[in-house]
């Protein structure tokens, strides 16, 4: 299956971006890991913003960076926001309500909740109407996604918007799922046209009996690779350094213990 | 302008099953509304203490899943589970290895909350001093609360080694496990899905729902005048999706069209036209390659709060006209939030091949305003044609159109 790329945003510490990222991800400068300010996700309405949790403006915001990319009108473009844990800083202050004697809950951190929150917000910020898939697969959710949002592009011969995204998790729920730093990414999928700088061929393998100790996924900066394994939505740097090196490369990603997808990524120079 | 949509091959539920508060499995789902007998109770789900009814899974508490299962033990695998043991379900999925290997079927799955009732339980029993999670959730929140939990259980069960994944999408989540299962079967991923959902009771969902003033105190009443909010239920559904050429006799059930979209409009009240609604249903009318007039029967959402079914009446309306039969079937099971997709398909198979255009229990008098042909009593009669509805917060829309072959 075959899908250009037209348009990409990236947030993640050091990684303010996906232009300001490129020469980093290509290897050409040093990656130094630095603090994210909130992102602006300025495309949400001022009393949206400020209802919003953390996951929702990193979502919202590289969302907004990669349709930006593109030139598409996002009312035009479905959307797949793939998350292991979602909304897990909601969860901490909901079960912290739960847990006293009134249990007094927010109706609107209720409503905040749910997986689709930030696909939710989108479709709010954008006023758009077409599908939205949220969706989760443990440490293989970018996978997941990658597969839903291409399988949808397929289907439907028109562009699909995929954000992944998961936030560093509030102790205590932490110990439970040890993720420390944020990392939110969004691709623009199409059909592939003349003018496509990024061709992404997909292919769904079975993985070997047992497994291999290395996969050739693991990215050559050391920091780099420890930000990959910390954070579910950071299984797109292979992905990522790919595109920004700009040479044909194949990177393969994890999907389960069984399933292996294999990406095949061309850059075009037409 | 939207693009315009092709026709999809239908795909046939060649297996299927429920587990509601009615009852384990297709049979005694089907029975308790045939007896008009509600599975809706005074709320005494552990020690919540609204003035409510709820739609409990009788049983749950009994049992615990032991050996190769007992990460996952949590009230939302143990009923993920219980689902899985009904009408003949894991044989069907069995036969179905045989005929295609473990790898080429896929697990797609819906559930809202999780296992979040665990971690709920954890908070409860946070150290004192240190307010840390005890241990026993700690090493198990990957098995239980994450959202792939109940997908990674389904699969561990089966024995399938094909793409998973759960979808999560509030209330439409079940619904919309058969649109994805339908794209990686027809994009060739594999040639048969396991789709389904499950979602259990939980202290979010009763407080979050009781704090959004949408819980009824009584039985919840859809399209009544004086409907005044819902009953929240709990539910495990399966299908096991094939080609129609692998597995379609005549009169089989199949997934004829199915249509998604968002409402754009608002997190947790509908769009006040209906626009993200119509949407859906003219989508899963175009899959389908059907004209509304084909239509015999809309499973409607019908939560019973205000305002979904007065914006869901308008929808169904500007689709269809008063002609199809309408009726919601929450009065006897609750609403079963991310399970409802699943439980209303089946439902919606059974009264295919059965006949049988449900009544709306509950619903003493229809509210005069709703210009739909709402069907409080059962109607009997050949029916070929169904469309169930879903929407759910976040604005997020799924229909299914179901028929027969």
Redesign the interface.
């Known amino acids: ?1 075959d899908v250009a790329i037209g348009g990409i945003g990236l947030l993640a510490p050091g990684l303010s971006g996906w232009r300001e990222s490129r020469a980093v991800l290509a290897g050409d400068r040093p990656y130094q890991s630095t603090a994210v300010p909130s992102p602006e996700a300025s495309v949400l309405p001022p009393n949206e913003r400020r209802r919003s949790s953390d996951s929702v403006r990193w979502a919202v915001q590289v969302a907004q960076e990669a349709i930006e990319q593109s030139g598409l009108d996002p ?1 035009d473009v ?1 959307t797949v926001f793939a ?4 909304e897990m800083s909601v ?1 901490d202050q ?3 309500a ?2 006293t004697e009134e ?5 609107t951190l ?8 930030a ?3 989108w ?2 910020a ?13 440490d293989d ?1 970018f996978a ?1 996604g990658l ?2 949002a ?3 592009v ?5 562009p699909v918007l995929l954000v992944t995204y998961d936030l560093a998790v509030p ?3 932490d ?3 040890p993720i420390t730093e944020g990392f939110a990414a969004a691709f623009v999928l199409a059909p592939p046209a003349r003018d496509s700088t990024v061709i992404l061929r997909l292919r ?1 393998e ?1 993985a070997p009996a047992g497994g291999s100790a290395c996969l050739p996924e693991c990215l050559a900066d050391e920091a780099l690779e420890r930000l990959r394994l910390n954070n579910p939505a950071a299984r797109s740097l292979p992905l990522l350094c790919a595109v920004a090196a700009a040479v044909p490369r194949t990177v393969e990603l994890a ?2 213990e ?2 292996r997808l294999q990406l095949i990524i061309e850059p075009c120079r037409c | 302008m939207p ?1 315009s ?1 092709d026709p999809m091959t239908p795909l046939v539920l060649s297996a299927y099953t429920l587990v509601t508060a009615n009852g384990r499995g297709t049979g005694a789902v089907l029975d308790a509304i045939l007896a008009r007998r509600s599975g809706l109770k005074p709320c005494d789900f552990e020690d919540v203490t609204l003035k409510t009814y709820i739609g409990r899974v009788a049983g749950l508490e009994d049992f615990s899943l032991d050996h190769d299962l007992r990460p996952f033990d949590c009230r939302n695998n143990r009923l993920a589970w219980l689902g899985l043991q009904q009408d003949g379900f894991t044989v069907a999925v069995a036969e179905a290895k045989q005929r295609y290997g473990a ?1 080429r079927i896929a697990v797609v799955m819906g559930t ?1 909350t999780s296992g ?1 009732l665990e ?2 339980h ?3 029993a ?1 150290d004192p001093r240190t ?3 005890p241990a026993w ?2 090493s198990r ?2 098995y239980t ?4 939990s109940v ?2 259980f389904v ?1 561990t069960c089966l024995g399938l ?10 209330c439409s989540s079940s619904a ?1 496990v058969f ?2 299962a339908a ?2 079967m ?2 060739g ?1 594999c040639d048969a899905a396991v789709v389904g959902g499950a979602d259990s009771l939980c ?2 969902t009763l ?6 003033q949408l819980l009824s105190s009584d039985p919840c009443r859809p399209c009544d005048e004086d409907r005044d909010g819902l009953s929240l239920g709990e539910a495990a559904g399966y299908a096991l999706l094939e080609r129609v050429e692998r597995a379609g006799g005549r009169g089989a059930v199949a997934l004829l069209g199915y249509g ?9 009240h509908p769009h006040p036209e209906g ?2 609604a119509v ?1 859906a249903i003219r989508d899963s009318l175009a899959r389908a390659g059907i004209r509304p007039e084909a239509v015999e029967y809309v499973n409607l959402h019908g939560t019973a709060t205000r305002a979904n079914d007065e914006v869901e009446d308008k929808a169904v309306y500007s689709v269809f006209g008063a002609r199809p039969a309408c009726s919601s079937t929450k009065g006897w099971t609750g609403h079963t939030l991310g399970a409802a997709g699943v439980t209303e398909a089946i439902i919606s198979a059974l009264c295919l091949t059965k006949g049988l255009i449900p009544g709306t229990l509950n619903c003493r008098r229809v509210d005069p305003a709703l210009q739909c042909r709402v069907v409080r009593d059962h109607q009997f009669g050949a029916l070929s044609c169904v469309v169930s509805n879903i929407f ?5 829309n799924c229909s299914l159109v179901l028929g027969k072959l």
Request: aromatic letters at 10%; hydrophobic letters at 35%; a positive charge.
């Open positions: 299956m009312r479905p998350s292991s844990g979602g969860f909901l079960c912290r739960l847990a249990r007094r809950v927010s109706p209720f409503h905040q909740s749910v997986h689709n929150t696909a939710g917000y479709g709010i954008t006023t758009g109407q077409q599908s939205s898939t949220a969706l989760s697969c443990y959710s997941a597969v839903e291409v399988a949808m397929r289907e439907e011969q028109r102790a205590p729920l110990e439970a799922r769904l079975q999907w389960l069984n399933q | 693009p949509i790898h809202s979040i971690t709920e954890a908070y409860r946070r307010g840390a999670l959730y700690v929140y990957r609360h994450n959202m792939f997908g990674h699969r080694e094909g793409p998973a994944m759960v979808v999560s999408t509030a919309k649109a994805t794209r990686l027809r994009a991923l202290h979010t407080y979050g729902f009781s704090a959004l998604e979209s968002t409402d754009g409009y608002h997190m947790s626009a993200g949407r759910g917060f976040g604005g997020n």
